[in-house]
Structure formats: C-alpha cells, structure tokens
C-alpha cells in the first residue's frame, strides 16, 4: 500500500497559518486522500476529502479556513490552514485509499474509515 509521510509541523499563534505536507511513495491517482486530526484527549476526526475526481469536501467545523489540495505531478497532498485557533492544537494526519470516496456530508471522512495513514504530525497553535 501507498507509503504516507506528514512534514510541516510546528507552532502558529492564532489567527495564522500553516500548510501541511503529505507525501506519497508513489502515484495516488484514482485514491481518495484525507486528512484528519486528533486533539489532545480527543478521538480522531476528519477534517477534509479529496475524492478522484478531484471534488473537494470538508467537515462542518473547518468553515472555510483549511484548504485540501494536491500536486500529482510530486504525489503531495497539502492542507493549507488558515485563521488557526487554539483549539486547531492537534496531531494531524493524512491518509489514502483506492478508489472514490464514500463521502459522507459534513464528516470530512468517507464510510468506511480511511485504513492507509500516515504517522502523523504535530500542530500547535498558542495565543
């Protein structure tokens, strides 16, 4: 299965922003990609999807502030993050799996979960 690698990491005050990395260790065409996070304490939530077709959705929460994104050409999917908050503090993660995603609205994850992820990377936002 596809290889994932996060970078990116680091802290932001709030109101900032920071992109995040993830690598592939081959070609994802035809993968839904994600990514999610999770918050100290937190269970892990989904964040954002971007399907084959290259249809983008988000969960509720993100209000427009994260952007998902990818570069095939490299195999890198991104998530911009803008207008951080305190509460954005999390580990992040990106995952992958063959074929469309089973999107369900306002999630930012597809049914059945994601079974391809990476190891993660950390987001700190502070005051």
């Known amino acids: 299965q596809v290889h994932l690698v996060e970078s990116g990491s680091g802290s932001a005050q709030a109101g900032g922003s920071l992109r995040l990395s993830c690598d592939a260790s081959e070609s994802t065409y035809g993968y839904c990609m994600g990514w999610a996070r999770q918050r100290p304490g937190g269970e892990r939530e989904g964040i954002s999807l971007?399907?084959?077709?290259?249809?983008?959705s988000y969960a509720n929460w993100v209000k427009g502030r994260f952007t998902i994104s990818k570069d095939d050409a490299k195999n890198i999917l991104y998530l911009q993050m803008n207008s951080l908050k305190i509460e954005d503090t999390a580990m992040y993660y990106c995952a992958a799996d063959p074929g469309p995603c089973l999107v369900i609205p306002g999630r930012g994850s597809p049914d059945p979960p994601f079974g391809n992820w990476g190891q993660g990377t950390q987001v700190t936002v502070s005051p």
């Open positions: 971007l399907d084959t077709d290259g249809v983008a």
